[in-house]
């Protein structure tokens, strides 16, 4: 071969590898950005997990497994533990400060106890930058229904100016008194939204717990939206925040379970909501990370 015949040769050899080399690179860059938008969240729901679920995993570790897991939030935490949030740039969506479920406002002699409480950390959930405090109304214990909403007004009323001064929310979970909480009086989420319109003020709603009140009253999609047809109020403007559990069993909220997880978050958006969806399950797998990060994907829609 003469000289000009292997040059030749050379630069369309070095031309093939180039040309190789350039497809070898787009081929890593659009992998890359696939991956990159598999994992980017869609952004219609902020995402945050019940740390109490997943108590054998040290609070540093569990914030480092969530941020890239599209979580924003690791919530019902103290003071004590905010700042391990501030760390790896996660909130806590639903502070915990009274955590006596069945001590709640539904008793006037327990009024004292809670306001005194309540009057505490009010300032210190403002102070942190947080927003939502959580709070119960306690077990009837013989107490009607109707008394019970009396109480819980008369005592929430008195914590109002100051939650409105600092724009901090008080929140009341609704829990199920079926299967978990034995005669808890907030179990119903009809009695819920009359306590919201009797307080009336902007900084006292409801947490609705999907998983709860999937076991009391079914209907979740219906009780959110509402049903103009049926004369059915929707829920969605007494709600400042939710929680997730598989139903039965509060495991993973995948087709194990009854609840269509998907469909609910739809209808959560489709009602202008702006707040946080919580995973609140007990994973049953070994791998419980791989069982959380599930959850977030199911109700990223």
């Not at 952004?43 to 997943?54: A, D, E, L, T």
Request: with cysteine.
């Amino acid at each position: 071969m003469n000289t000009l015949s292997r040059r030749s040769a050379l630069k369309k050899i070095a031309g093939s590898a180039a040309a190789v080399t350039a497809v070898a690179s787009l081929s890593q860059r659009l992998q890359a950005a696939e991956e990159k938008m598999d994992t980017r969240m869609k952004g219609q729901i902020n995402h945050s997990v019940c740390k109490w679920c997943y108590g054998k995993i040290p609070l540093e570790d569990f914030c480092k497994a969530a941020k890239p897991m599209g979580l924003q939030s690791v919530e019902l935490l103290g003071p004590s533990e905010w700042p391990m949030l501030k760390k790896y740039d996660l909130t806590c969506a639903m502070a915990s400060g009274a955590d006596n479920i069945t001590f709640g406002f539904n008793r006037l002699e327990n009024h004292g106890k809670q306001v005194e409480v309540f009057t505490k950390m009010i300032p210190q959930v403002a102070d942190a930058g947080l927003t939502n405090l959580i709070c119960f109304s306690g077990n009837r214990n013989g107490m009607s229904d109707e008394q019970g909403l009396e109480n819980c007004t008369v005592g929430l009323k008195k914590l109002m100016s100051l939650a409105e001064k600092h724009k901090v929310t008080l929140v009341m979970e609704l829990l199920n008194s079926k299967i978990d909480h034995g005669d808890y009086m907030a179990d119903h989420t009809h009695w819920g939204v009359e306590l919201v319109k009797r307080v009336g003020s902007e900084r006292f709603k409801l947490l609705y717990d999907i998983y709860h009140m999937q076991i009391m009253e079914g209907d979740v999609i219906r009780t959110i939206k509402g049903d103009k047809g049926k004369k059915i109020e929707s829920a969605a403007p007494y709600i400042a925040h939710y929680h997730t559990g598989g139903v039965p069993g509060r495991a993973e909220i995948d087709d194990s379970q009854e609840l269509n997880y998907p469909a609910i978050m739809k209808a959560i958006i489709e009602t202008g909501f702006k707040g946080f969806v919580a995973q609140e399950f007990i994973p049953k797998r070994a791998d419980a990370l791989a069982s959380l990060k599930q959850g977030v994907n199911i109700c990223d829609v």
